[in-house]
């Protein structure tokens, strides 16, 4: 069973530098058997520029980062929101506390 880069190259006409000699080779006595497989395929896939192909994949492996990076900004802003919230609670626990304290206090005072 061959590779998988043999079998895309034999399928989609992409080669290496160190298998395009023996690929080109093969190709020229077998071109009759190629050439209907091409067109077939011809009709349903485009063939992309290597470098085209890459810049696509490099951009779409930004996109994932900035997607894991995002996510991992949510969780934290939702961590914060959670942790302000309970913060603003005790803080008007503890001034209520105080208010109470201070009334008694003052009354203990009057006394």
């Known amino acids: 069973m061959s590779s998988y880069e043999d079998r895309m190259s034999e399928k989609y006409g992409f080669f290496s530098d160190s298998k395009k000699i023996d690929s080109d080779e093969q190709n020229q006595t077998n071109e009759d058997d190629h050439s209907e497989e091409l067109q077939a395929s011809d009709e349903n896939n485009l063939i992309v520029p290597l470098e085209a ?45 105080l208010d109470t304290a201070s009334k008694k206090k003052k009354r203990f005072l009057f006394f």
């Open 53 to 97: 192909w890459q810049t696509v994949l490099n951009q779409l492996g930004n996109l994932h980062e900035a997607n894991q990076l995002m996510a991992e900004a949510r969780e934290r802003a939702a961590k914060a929101e959670a942790e302000a919230e309970f913060l603003r609670e005790k803080l008007k626990n503890t001034r209520e506390q």
